[in-house]
Every structure is written in structure tokens, then in C-alpha cells.
């Protein structure tokens, strides 16, 4: 059974780093684009960062220049390294990946990790 385990949130100040990661647990044939994203309270799931398959980038303009979307394949794992975190990053972060098993292509989702940022 494919998985996709967040880890790393947690409460900060502002100013301070957090580096988030997801691992895709599970047997699986290819790991195609991953993508964070991340829901505020009484907010929408917006779309933060995306990196494809061959390592092409995409930022939202609210995080450009402080984050940045990484991977390692052979771990199956993505990175989101936040930097100048403001309280306005405070939200729940969900990792998504396209992944091919089984011979199927399906989009996942994780948990969610929580980040904090306080004033």
C-alpha cells in the first residue's frame, strides 16, 4: 500500500526555519511530480511549490526566494525547506505526488503536517 508520510512541522518564530519532508513509503513503479501544499484556518488549499520528475521548479509568489522544493528519487522522498518564515505560513502542509504502481497512475496526499509561526 503507497503511503505519503509527512514529518518535520512544528512551532517557530518568525524569522526561523523549518524543513518538511515527504516519504513515500510502499512499493512503486515511478515517482512522478510532487507538489506541497498548504491550508490555513477558514482558507483554501493553496498550492506552494512543485517539482517535477526531471527537477523542474514552481513556486507560489507568496514564498519565492524564502522556500525551496527538493527531492531525492531514490529515497522516494521530497523536501520543502522554509526559510523567513512569517505568521502568515502558519497552516497545515500536505505533500501530493503522482505516482505510477501497480501499473496505475494516481495522485496521493499525506497527512498534513502542522507549521506554527508566532510573532
Known amino acids: 500500500q503507497v503511503q505519503l508520510v509527512e514529518s518535520g512541522g512544528g512551532l517557530v518564530q518568525a524569522g526561523e526555519s523549518l524543513r518538511l519532508s515527504c516519504v513515500v513509503s510502499g512499493r512503486i513503479d515511478a515517482l512522478y511530480t510532487m507538489n506541497w501544499y498548504r491550508q490555513a484556518p477558514g482558507k483554501q488549499r493553496e498550492l506552494v511549490a512543485t517539482?517535477?520528475?526531471?527537477?523542474?521548479?514552481n513556486y507560489a509568489d507568496s514564498v519565492k526566494g524564502r522556500f525551496t522544493i527538493s527531492r531525492d528519487s531514490a529515497k522516494k522522498t521530497g523536501y520543502l525547506q522554509m526559510g523567513s518564515l512569517k505568521p502568515g505560513d502558519t497552516a497545515v502542509y500536505y505533500c501530493n505526488a503522482v505516482i505510477r504502481a501497480d501499473g496505475l497512475m494516481t495522485d496521493y496526499w499525506g497527512q498534513g503536517t502542522q507549521v506554527t509561526v508566532s510573532s
Open positions: 517539482i517535477t520528475g526531471g527537477a523542474r521548479t
